[in-house]
């Protein structure tokens, strides 16, 4: 007898309708499973055989056969269990199948009965949609992150012979669980910039960097703050739409990474430590995983040690961060990885760390200044915007004073942020981070002082051509934090500050 | 008056003691026969009252009276006759000048022509012809009396006109050696000119300090050769304070020696083409400052945040952190106006976090 129930597996980040073929027929007792599938897969017939007979049903002594089509792609993951297990009970038929609509299963079978939650749930309900499926059980682990779906039936499920029974008598309502949509969103989890003693103007980087989308670089000796101003950027940002929401919700959910504070809207923040490898950081791996930057999509991918990172690794990172997305190529097939990230790189001046303290003495020799900067190659500072260096406070026994509070710079870059989306809502980009060539010129309009003003930095502050390109999208960010719809000589003097340290550690000027 | 007044400044006390001290002249018997009770003054610091309670009158005028007839010194107290009147609007004016020389002084017309000590044909020959140009014109050349472009236009002014020189040490000194019968020229027919007491060496600190009378005794500055580093660089900064004229010597810009000239040509001081030019200007400029009052006209304009800042970073070097604490304005305002310092040449940035003002 053949059966035949649906769910799904996952191609890179995106889920593709896979249908679960079950025959049961006379002959020898066995259990096999064919279709491309994976160890995990395989493992199955031993949780799915327990878990049938320990919810009260008996595991068909007959000839099993399970094909996973289309039987070319090649799957792995254990929420095959859930609808294997089905396929076999209504084969059996232990189990009715209703035909009224399109049913979905999700979820990995446990010895004693139970379903349980699994990796990717989301962007598999997202794609079950689209191929046209009504209902989808899922498992109550998972049924949180699911929500947001609209027009799609989700049915929470705690474990097997419950889901039968229900199943099979429709007039008992599913299980409800009830997750308060008006939830305050939890900034203080987070921290507050006002946390931060003095810092100012790295704080007021941050907020350029949070208004434009601008990748920052910064500079300073330890213990100065970095990590704590990186670690804060969320509170600064606008809250995630449901579109970009929904998009680092299939990445995080593909990664089995924990989704509450996506779910509240909250920018993710992704802080890989320096000994990451190219895989982590940009994804890969045997099966194909997302890494550090696709985590990072929509918020804040913060690299500490920025030049201890090894130098290849940083490289990667320059196809995504202009590209906002990265193609991993296989020689099967190439899947591709949202990463649309600010970064916020921090480093110190020096090996040492104590290189321009007013405290403390450098012991780096020259040599080893210039080979600790020369990690960073010209071509990835060319794609950092706001270059800061952060300068060593002291301990005073006076609370220090109360410095501007997340919530305050929250309120200018939304409208920052609000300013962009009306400038450029024909456009295809959505943030003056993206600014170039000709549309640089089109929404960055100059005054005549303000070109004349340019040209004397290029020429007395040694700024470099390709730097006054970044600086005039930093400007047009600030005049934004202004509201201020024409670029004043001001801002440009408030960017070409941001941008002239690079020329200072790098010497940058041509 | 004077000799308690030299002994004053022999001992280090400050200047401002020593005009309050010179303004109360009448008083000053009392203040000798009575130290005691000036010593209850707010008005002077401690080490002046110690001063005064230190001096002795015949031993210091005795010596006083042998330096002053071994150099044929002579001594000039501000606010008093024969004290030059622009002096008076340098920062902290000397309360006391020690002169030597036949020359005019206070000179009617002067102007300062500055510049490195290496000098290369080009500048000796440009400051030649400035120089005696000028003199000829009745304009007294001062300069600093050091070598190189100061010798050259201390020479040439002695040809046909007059010269003054201000010294960065006592007037006992003959700094640099090699300019020793040159020290002799001015004395005979110009002027020698000090702040110091007798007995001052040549410290490095003087120089600068003294820079301030070089540009204040002037109405022009020309400032012939130098490296953006060059300390004459620090007079023409004074005279910006004061108001002067300041003029620059155009040179090959791949000239090292003419950066500084060069840079502040660009700035906005006016090339040195031709003596004529600065005769011209020099005559109506002088009627027109004589209506207008010796206020400070700096070369470039600067916003009131921009003199704020300028102020706070000249006291002192400052973090972008530490302006926003002392001035307690908005950090973006803060950046802009430091970005636009910058570019004016007025301040930059030492080390990693501290702006410092130029030269």
């Known amino acids: ?510 | 008056m004077k000799p308690f007044i030299a002994w004053l400044r022999a001992e280090r006390c400050p200047y401002e003691d020593l005009r309050f001290l010179i303004q109360h002249k009448n008083s000053l018997e009392a203040i000798l026969s009575a130290p005691e009770q000036w010593q209850l003054s707010d008005s002077l610091s401690k080490k002046t009252k110690q001063a005064i309670r230190d001096y002795r009158p015949k031993p210091f005028e005795n010596q006083l009276d042998r330096q002053m007839r071994e150099n044929k010194t002579r001594i000039v107290l501000w606010n008093e006759p024969g004290y030059p009147e622009s002096l008076y609007e340098v920062d902290d004016p000397p309360p006391i000048l020690y002169l030597r020389g036949k020359g005019e002084f206070p000179p009617l017309r002067a102007m300062a022509i500055v510049g490195s000590r290496h000098t290369t044909v080009y500048g000796k020959r440009a400051t030649e012809r400035f120089a005696l140009a000028l003199s000829s014109e009745f304009i007294t050349i001062v300069s600093g009396f050091a070598e190189g472009v100061d010798t050259i236009a201390h020479r040439s002014a002695l040809k046909h006109g007059e010269t003054i020189a201000v010294l960065g040490c006592g007037i006992d000194w003959i700094y640099p050696k090699s300019n020793e019968s040159l020290y002799h020229e001015i004395s005979n027919r110009g002027t020698l000119v000090t702040e110091f007491p007798f007995g001052e060496k040549p410290w490095g600190y003087n120089f600068p300090f003294r820079n301030r009378l070089i540009s204040g005794l002037s109405e022009a500055i020309l400032f012939m050769e130098g490296t953006h580093k060059s300390g004459a660089l620090s007079t023409v900064n004074h005279g910006l304070k004061q108001g002067k004229e300041i003029y620059a010597l155009p040179g090959d810009i791949d000239r090292k020696s003419s950066e500084g000239p060069n840079q502040l040509i660009f700035d906005g001081a006016e090339p040195l083409l031709d003596p004529e030019q600065i005769l011209a200007k020099g005559n109506r400029k002088s009627t027109v400052s004589e209506a207008t009052t010796g206020k400070t006209a700096k070369l470039v304009s600067l916003s009131s945040l921009e003199n704020l800042i300028y102020e706070l970073v000249a006291a002192e070097p400052c973090s972008v952190q530490q302006l926003q604490d002392l001035s307690n304005q908005s950090i973006h305002d803060i950046v802009s106006v430091l970005t636009s310092l910058e570019l004016k040449s007025l301040i930059h940035r030492q080390g990693n976090q501290f702006y410092r003002t130029r030269r």
């Open chain 1, 1 to 510: 007898m053949l059966t035949i129930v649906q769910t799904c597996t996952l191609l890179g980040i995106d889920g593709v309708l896979i249908r679960v073929e079950v025959n049961l027929s006379n002959g020898l007792p066995g259990f096999s499973i064919v279709g491309l599938a994976d160890p995990s897969i395989k493992e199955a017939k031993e949780r799915v055989r327990v878990c049938i007979q320990n919810s009260g049903f008996s595991f068909p002594a007959k000839k099993i056969v399970v094909n996973l089509a289309p039987a070319m792609i090649k799957k792995s993951g254990t929420h095959f269990d859930f609808s294997i297990a089905v396929g076999i009970l209504i084969a059996a038929e232990q189990m009715e199948k209703a035909s009224s609509c399109e049913e979905a299963f999700l979820g990995e079978c446990s010895l004693n009965g139970d379903i349980r939650g699994i990796r990717g749930c989301l962007p598999m309900v997202l794609a079950l949609k689209t191929a046209g499926i009504q209902r989808i059980f899922l498992s109550e682990d998972n049924w949180s992150e699911c929500l947001m779906v609209r027009d799609i039936e989700l049915i929470p499920v705690k474990n097997l012979s419950e889901f039968v029974a229900h199943y099979h008598d429709r007039r008992k309502p599913a299980p409800q669980f009830s997750i308060d949509k008006t939830e305050k969103i939890h900034y203080s989890v987070l921290g507050d910039f006002s946390d931060i003693q003095g810092q100012s103007e790295a704080i007021r980087a941050m907020q350029i960097a949070a208004a434009g989308r601008h990748n920052a670089l910064l500079i300073g000796g330890p213990g100065v703050g970095k990590t704590m101003i990186a670690k804060r950027m969320p509170t600064i940002m606008p809250l995630l739409t449901a579109e970009e929401q929904i998009a680092a919700m299939k990445i995080h959910s593909v990664a089995g990474m924990p989704l509450e504070s996506i779910i509240q809207g909250l920018p993710p923040v992704r802080m890989p430590h320096h000994t990451i490898t190219k895989a982590a950081l940009v994804g890969g791996g045997n099966r194909v995983m997302p890494g550090e930057i696709s985590l990072a999509h929509h918020g804040i991918l913060f690299l500490d040690e920025l030049p201890e990172f090894d130098r290849h690794t940083l490289e990667l990172l320059r196809e995504p961060i202009e590209e906002h997305r990265i193609r991993i190529a296989r020689s099967a097939r190439s899947i591709e990885f949202p990463s649309d990230f600010i970064l916020i790189a921090a480093m110190n001046p020096c090996p040492c760390g104590n290189y321009g303290s007013k405290y403390h003495t450098c012991t780096c020799s020259r040599r080893e200044r210039k080979r600790y900067l020369d990690h960073i190659s010209g071509p990835f500072r060319d794609r950092l915007d706001l270059f800061i260096e952060m300068e060593e406070q002291l301990y005073t026994y006076e609370p220090f004073k109360k410095t501007i509070t997340s919530e305050e710079l929250r309120a200018s870059t939304l409208l920052a942020r609000q300013c962009q989306l009306n400038r450029y809502h024909t456009e295809s980009f959505n943030s003056n981070a993206e600014l170039s060539g000709g549309e640089l010129s089109k929404y960055c309009q100059l005054s005549h002082d303000s070109k004349r003003l340019l040209q004397q930095a290029n020429r007395r502050l040694r700024i470099s051509l390709r730097s006054i390109v970044r600086i005039q999208r930093i400007a047009r960010t600030i005049a934004d934090l202004d509201q201020e719809d024409q670029i004043k000589e001001a801002h440009l003097l408030e960017a070409i500050h941001y941008k002239q340290n690079s020329t200072r550690y790098w010497g940058d000027g041509e």
